[in-house]
Every structure is written in structure tokens, then in C-alpha cells.
């Protein structure tokens, strides 16, 4: 079984690069972010040729959240996270299929901070961590992957180097703590744990030339509860879709649990 994780940055713009990597990596479920698309203009038919059925929370140009999976062994639990009635950004997605429940997690950037932005990203956050308390303890196997904008640490494991990130919202104390809070509950960051320290990177800003440096940032995700922590076997990055022609400034991030 193998789950990815893949920031698309704008999926229209990026539709050739993820059906091509659909086709390559065969991923059985696929958690989708940065949609940058209304609900109604989500690609599900092309998706749907290329065998993945479908849930999406599209918000027109920013944000949006997506599951597929391979077949039609996909059901729709929840869009949006509780706690706060009135937000009316697409960042949660949550699902069944294939015996497992996950989600799709787009955490905010928080910048610039501090302010309202970074502000709004910890509020998140905690509503997060909140509900995924309420999934830590499951029979079923549980996988919150996505994008959330946090760099654990500053170990080459986790960036390139922080020097010209010191005032970024993604390396604050706060956006880290909270990160540990969620982990704390018991879930297995699972390329930390089958990786430790090694520098694993999940995006690459389009400047500078970071991703011809690799000087990357390791920022998407995937925890597990421990019935899926039971089942991990490997994970890794799919770099070469970043060297691509219009890639998106992130690459496919996946793991496989044993069946």
C-alpha cells in the first residue's frame, strides 16, 4: 500500500506533471494541496481516466485539498476541521479508503510574523492537533499527510540551512512547539522515524537555484497512528519530479505500509 503526500501548487497549471507522476509512481492514495481551484473546476474527470477516484475542498485560487484513490474505494468523512464555524479557508479534507482513514492537511504559512497571518496559523494548528486527538486512538490505521509548513528542526535532516529562514513563520518556537504537541499524541513522523537525520527533502523554493543546490526544506508530512506506524515498511521523496519542465516548487513525498 503505498500513500503520497504532493503540494501541487495550482493543479491546473500542474496537471500534466501529476498525471504523469500517477502514471510512474502508482500511488493506491494520493493527498493533494495548494489546489489554487473552485469545486467546480476540479479536474476529477482526468483523475478519473487515469483510474483515481476523488474528494475535494477547492477554494478559487489559493488553498484546496484533495484525496485520491486508486479505484473507487473512497468515501468522504469530513471537509474543514472543528472549532471554527467561520473559516472559509479549503485546507482539511478527511476520508476512507482502502481500510484506513486519512486526511489532507494544507497547515497555513503564517507569514509574515508575527501578525495576523501567523496568528491565524497557530489558531489552526491547535484546532489540528485537537481533532487529531480524537483519531490518535483508532483501530484503524490513521494518515494525516500534507503540507505543514513546519521545519521541525534546524538539523540538516529538516533544512539546508536556517540562516536565511531565522525569521520565517515556518521555523518560529511556537510553529515548532506545536508541532511537537502534535507528535506528542503519539504519532510516528514517518520519514523522521525510518530516516532519522538524513537530509530527506520535500521542497525547494523556485529561486537561487535551491533545488539545483538541494537546498531544501523538509516540510510535508505524513504521521501515522500506531496501527499504521505497525505497518510502515519505507518512505521517501520523488525528487525527480522537481527537475521536471513547470514542476511545482514541492515533490511527491510517500510512504508504503504493509498490506
Avoid at 501548487?9 to 493533494?32: M, S
Wanted: charged fraction near 25%.
Amino acid at each position: 500500500m503505498k500513500i503520497a503526500t504532493f503540494n501541487v501548487n495550482g493543479i491546473t497549471a500542474r496537471l500534466p506533471r501529476l498525471l504523469e507522476w500517477l502514471g510512474e509512481a502508482e500511488p493506491d492514495v494520493a493527498c493533494l494541496q495548494e489546489l489554487k481551484t473552485s469545486d467546480e473546476t476540479f479536474p476529477a474527470a482526468a483523475l478519473r481516466d487515469a483510474g483515481y477516484s476523488a474528494v475535494w475542498h477547492g477554494q478559487k485560487g489559493f488553498n484546496g485539498v484533495a484525496i485520491l484513490a486508486r479505484g473507487d474505494d473512497l468515501v468522504e468523512r469530513r471537509r474543514g476541521l472543528p472549532g471554527d464555524p467561520d473559516d472559509t479557508h479549503s485546507r482539511y479534507i478527511e476520508a476512507t479508503t482502502h481500510g484506513m482513514v486519512v486526511g489532507s492537511i494544507y497547515l497555513p504559512n503564517g507569514n509574515p510574523q508575527p501578525g495576523p497571518k501567523f496568528a491565524y496559523k497557530l489558531a489552526w494548528f491547535e484546532r489540528l492537533a485537537a481533532h487529531a486527538e480524537s483519531l490518535i486512538e483508532s483501530d484503524q490505521p490513521v494518515v494525516l499527510a500534507g503540507d505543514y509548513n513546519v521545519v521541525a528542526t534546524d538539523e540538516v535532516g529538516d533544512i539546508y540551512s536556517p540562516r536565511s529562514y531565522l525569521n520565517d513563520a515556518l521555523l518560529q518556537p511556537e510553529t515548532r512547539s506545536a508541532y511537537r504537541s502534535l507528535l506528542e499524541q503519539g504519532w510516528t513522523d514517518s520519514i523522521h522515524h525510518l530516516h532519522p537525520g538524513e537530509p530527506i527533502y520535500t521542497y525547494w523554493d523556485y529561486f537561487r537555484k535551491r533545488f539545483e543546490r538541494d537546498a531544501g526544506l523538509r516540510i510535508d508530512h505524513l504521521l501515522l497512528n500506531a496501527p499504521a506506524a505497525a505497518r510502515l515498511r519505507s518512505a521517501g521523496v520523488d525528487k525527480f519530479l522537481r527537475a521536471r519542465e513547470k514542476p511545482s516548487d514541492h515533490a511527491p513525498t510517500w510512504i508504503t505500509l504493509a498490506d
